[in-house]
T-cell receptor, first 113, second 113 residues
């Protein structure tokens, strides 16, 4: 499978715990994006990398959230001190530098209890 | 006006029917648009890209009306497999270096046997 992959697919955690998600983009794509989607809403942008550089961050990305893409390949999204409001589907997407079309992974569904 | 607005539906149509969705947008500088489809609890998948006045792909036609700032998606000869949520999507401002996508909330389509 050469599409975007995400791990884990599901995560249940208790409030206050830290969680980390991983995204592996399509291999030749140098742009990588993180989005969050809650029920009944479209995905909302969180942050974007071009290679290893984090070039754009949304106001939704509070100081409890951090994302990295250390070698310009896979990326991680960490949420510290999780809150119930963090429960959502976290989607990763990737694209070529030459195009705007973004291709999404299957997402990580986070439930904070 | 919100950045991207869609009628949430649901649109319930019989097999074989033609159905159209509209989407309005507020950024008059937007040059390209996308339609994504999203099945329940799955990731969004790119359906069509629209870079000029419109695009056609089989049973699907997307059109852009810049003067009125709306885009439409027409589905002819609806199939049961077309049942999904259709998301209207705009790139934020690639000319200014912002590659995030702005999603509408989606229009739900149910095709009935």
């Amino acid at each position: 499978d050469t599409g975007v992959s995400q791990d884990p697919r599901h995560k249940i955690t208790k409030r206050g715990q830290n969680v980390t998600f991983r995204c592996d983009p399509i291999s030749e794509h140098n742009r990588l994006y993180w989005y969050r989607q809650t029920l009944g809403q479209g995905p909302e942008f969180l942050t974007y990398f071009q290679n290893e550089a984090q070039l754009e961050k949304s106001r939704l990305l509070s100081d409890r959230f951090s994302a990295e893409r250390p070698k310009g390949s896979f990326s991680t999204l960490e949420i510290q001190r999780t809150e119930q409001g963090d429960s959502a589907m976290y989607l990763c997407a990737s694209s070529l530098e030459s195009g705007n079309e973004q291709y999404f992974g299957p997402g990580t569904r986070l439930t904070v209890t | 006006r919100k950045e991207v607005e869609q009628d949430p539906g649901p649109f319930n149509v019989p097999e074989g029917a033609t159905v159209a969705f509209n989407c309005t947008y507020s950024n008059s500088a937007s040059q390209s648009f996308f339609w994504y489809r999203q099945d329940c609890r799955k990731e969004p998948k790119l359906l069509m890209s629209v870079y000029s006045s419109g695009n056609e792909d089989g049973r699907f036609t997307a059109q852009l009306n810049r003067a009125s700032q709306y885009i439409s998606l027409l589905i002819r000869d609806s199939k049961l497999s077309d049942s999904a949520t259709y998301l209207c999507v705009l790139p934020r401002d690639p000319g200014a270096g912002s590659y995030q996508l702005t999603f509408g909330k989606g229009t739900k389509l149910s095709v009935i046997p």
